[in-house]
């Protein structure tokens, strides 16, 4: 089945940048947007952003400047570009695929920012 696959998390200091990639194996139906999301312990799954097929971006308020989603349709994959990174950016970061079947969710990647 698909498998949606991240990279690129890590430990980096404030004011510090990490770009996250996410990509689909095997086949997959037309995307009609692709998001990312975050998770700390206890709190809800935020939409950090997202995009749609059409093009059209949204990000939390939290983000907006500072972080950049991006996607590669001919190669299934999702971009995250995370600058001016904060210790509250500090999560597990998700990356989603919605299509009409199903949504899918990659495995989660760790994201840790230092003060």
């Known amino acids: 089945q698909v498998q949606l696959v991240e990279s690129g998390g890590g430990l980096v200091q404030a004011g510090g940048s990490l770009r996250l990639s996410c990509a689909a194996s095997g086949s997959i139906s037309s995307i009609n947007a692709m998001g990312w999301y975050r998770q700390v312990p206890g709190k809800q799954r935020e939409l950090v952003a997202g995009?749609?097929?059409?093009?059209?971006?949204n990000y939390a308020d939290s983000v907006k400047g500072r972080f950049t989603i991006s996607r590669d349709n001919a190669k299934n994959t999702a971009y995250l570009q995370m600058n001016s990174l904060r210790p509250e950016d500090t999560a597990v970061y998700y990356c989603?695929?919605?299509?009409?079947?199903?949504?899918?969710w990659g495995q989660g990647t760790q994201v840790t920012v230092s003060s």
């Open positions: 995009v749609t097929s059409g093009g059209t971006t």
């Open positions: 989603n695929f919605l299509t009409v079947r199903y949504n899918y």
